[in-house]
């Protein structure tokens, strides 16, 4: 059975047979993000230990476009923010002119990501109030993050002030930019809360910086956003600097699960859900960041929302039944 083959011009192959006659699963996975580094972990681990599934990642601009290809039929599972998930089922944002009538079965939870802005320790920069006028990163546009803090700051009433001096620019680029001081403060985030992501990295390895402090406006407009959570966390550790004064850190919280088509045999589903379970330390060893699935509170933590619950794939709940880890609020697809 194959798919389109869509833009990236590659077929799902759930359910055919791949290398070794294992089940082969093609899963759209940002580019860039530090989402892409857990796959690449867990596909490294899942063609060790399985002869009966493989994963193919598939590169994609961001979460919106994933969503948008799984609807067309181009791969057979994705990496999915649940901020963009609902988005998707509110039509808004990137869905507003194309709805989905199409979405993947809940799977299990790979992130927890904490976003907080950052800026340059040299900069006069000291709140989020003070963003407007700045040079100012806000992650690439085709990402599920960077609609979800424009929301937060159009809630705030002070986007519109902020955008001018937005840089699009690729991740790669930004620690150049910092460096070069074409930037004064970026929206950064951690991982699970054991790392941020590489690139910027980078950017703490060549930038001083400090945390900028979230004015209570700013809190307000993340806790009154049901698609994220407003948190309070120690973060100076995710940084090898000094990051200044500011401690606890405001910052907005959402989740990332890995979510399985239907198309998806539950024998695959299920073998993928077992080694990210069983194997988390060799997981760990290609991303230090991976959560630890040997509590399974960190695979289903990630699920969305009761308003909005989509059916857990018949693979995964099978799993979770087996290891007393069901929920009668669940719905089984």
């Not at 590169?59 to 990496?79: C, F, H, K, N, W």
């Not at 699960?257 to 859900?273: H, M, W």
């Not at 693979?315 to 697809?333: I, K, M, N, P, T």
Request: include cysteine.
């Amino acid at each position: 059975m194959l798919k389109a083959t869509g833009a990236l011009g590659v077929a799902g192959l759930a359910g055919c047979l791949g290398d070794d006659d294992a089940t082969t699963v093609s899963v759209g996975v940002v580019s860039g993000s530090a989402a892409a580094d857990l796959f690449a972990a867990l596909r490294r681990v899942v063609d060790n230990e399985s002869d009966e599934v493989q994963i193919v990642t598939e590169e994609t601009p961001g979460v919106p476009a994933s969503i948008q290809m799984y609807d067309a039929g181009d791969i057979d599972a994705l990496g999915v923010t649940n901020y963009g998930l609902i988005q998707a089922m509110e039509g808004e944002g990137a869905f507003a002119d194309q709805p989905i009538e199409e979405y993947a079965h809940q799977g299990f939870g790979l992130a927890i990501y904490h976003f907080h802005w950052v800026k340059a320790a040299d900069s006069e920069l000291q709140t989020t109030d003070d963003l407007a006028g700045a040079d100012v990163y806000a992650l690439p546009p085709g990402w599920s993050f960077r609609a979800m803090i424009e929301e937060v700051h159009r809630t705030e009433g002070t986007w519109d002030a902020i955008e001018p001096g937005v840089s699009n620019a690729d991740p790669g680029d930004v620690a150049d930019a910092f460096a070069e001081g074409r930037l004064e403060a970026a929206l950064s985030y951690s991982t699970n809360l054991l790392g941020i992501p590489g690139f910027y990295s980078e950017v703490d390895a060549r930038t001083d910086l400090e945390f900028l402090e979230a004015t209570d406006g700013w809190r307000q407009a993340v806790e009154d956003n049901e698609r994220a959570t407003l948190d309070e966390q120690d973060l100076q550790d995710l940084y090898d600097q000094d990051m200044g004064p500011v401690n606890p850190v405001s910052n907005a919280q959402t989740s990332l699960q890995l979510a399985f088509g239907e198309e998806v045999p539950d024998e695959a589903a299920y073998e993928i859900t077992r080694i990210s379970h069983e194997h988390v330390d060799d997981i760990r060893e290609g991303s230090s960041e991976y959560p630890d699935h040997t509590d399974l509170n960190f695979m289903t933590d990630a699920y969305l929302p009761e308003a909005y619950q989509l059916p857990v794939h018949g693979g995964v709940a099978d799993f979770l039944e087996e290891h007393d880890h069901w929920d009668d609020s669940w719905e089984r697809a």
